[in-house]
């Protein structure tokens, strides 16, 4: 089975701050990779898919990137809104493996 | 809008059984694959279930198999989650999530459905919470 790797598992930024969190696949998976912004109390809601497309209503500060093994979601700049816990995900048509998940707090 | 609302948690004793229900409005469920993915308080997503768009084909996480069991009603538009021999363990707000691409275009005949990849969660429900606790 294909692990995925999430780090950091947390970190404090400021307002305006470049955060940059990066999973890891256990093996090539292509871009088959999906990130999620999760609010306390509040279901996930998808950001990018397939590694590097913007989802429909996401600020352009998000992106993504990556193939293969590693993959990066990059804020460029933090805003106050942007706190909260990061997934994320691969999927293939027999499973889905989420990552650990990152929390961004604020500093 | 997509929507998708889960109903059918609550409180039950290890061992004993729960349905979840998932009723799906503004999109076309049989063209789209279905999740199950479950979060424990406090911890990360774990996925469940998933179902492919004609029920044919039922994947489950190591920690269900053999005791959860996802259907669907496209009549209904309804997605189900049996789960069987409940553990404390199984205590989790428990999501509804529809797969990003229909499963299948029709070939040049225009009669024959050929299947394409799933390609992962784009619409999540507000999620229901199961608690095992005796």
């Known amino acids: 089975d294909i692990q995925m790797t999430q780090s950091p598992s947390s970190l404090s930024a400021s307002v305006g701050d470049r955060v940059t969190i990066t999973c890891r696949a256990s093996q090539g998976i292509r871009n088959d990779l999906a990130w999620y912004q999760q609010k306390p109390g509040k279901a996930p809601k998808r950001l990018i898919f397939?590694?590097?497309s913007l989802q429909s209503g996401v600020p352009s500060r998000f992106s993504g990137s990556g193939s293969g093994t590693e993959f990066t979601l990059t804020i460029s700049s933090l805003h106050p809104e942007d706190f909260a816990t990061y997934y994320c995900l691969h999927h293939n048509n027999y499973s889905l493996t989420f990552g650990g998940g990152t929390k961004v707090e604020i500093k | 809008q997509v929507q998708l609302v889960e109903s059918g948690g609550g409180v039950v004793q290890p061992g004993r059984s729960l349905r979840l229900s998932c009723a799906v409005s503004g999109f076309t469920f049989i063209s789209y694959g279905m999740y199950w993915v479950r979060q424990a308080p406090g911890k990360g997503l774990e996925w469940v279930a998933l179902?492919?768009?004609?029920?044919?084909?039922?994947y489950y996480g190591d920690s269900v198999k053999g005791r959860f069991t996802i259907s669907r009603d496209n009549s209904k538009n309804t997605l189900y989650l049996q789960m069987n021999s409940l553990r404390p363990e199984d205590t989790a707000v428990y999501y509804c999530?529809?797969?990003?691409?229909?499963?299948?275009?029709?070939?040049?005949?225009?009669?024959?459905?050929?299947?394409?990849?799933?390609?992962?969660?784009?619409?999540w429900g507000q999620g229901t919470l199961v608690t095992v606790s005796s």
């Open positions: 999530a529809k797969d990003g691409t229909r499963s299948y275009y029709y070939d040049s005949s225009g009669k024959v459905p050929v299947p394409l990849p799933l390609a992962g969660v784009d619409y």
């Open positions: 397939a590694a590097s």
């Open positions: 179902i492919s768009y004609d029920g044919s084909k039922k």
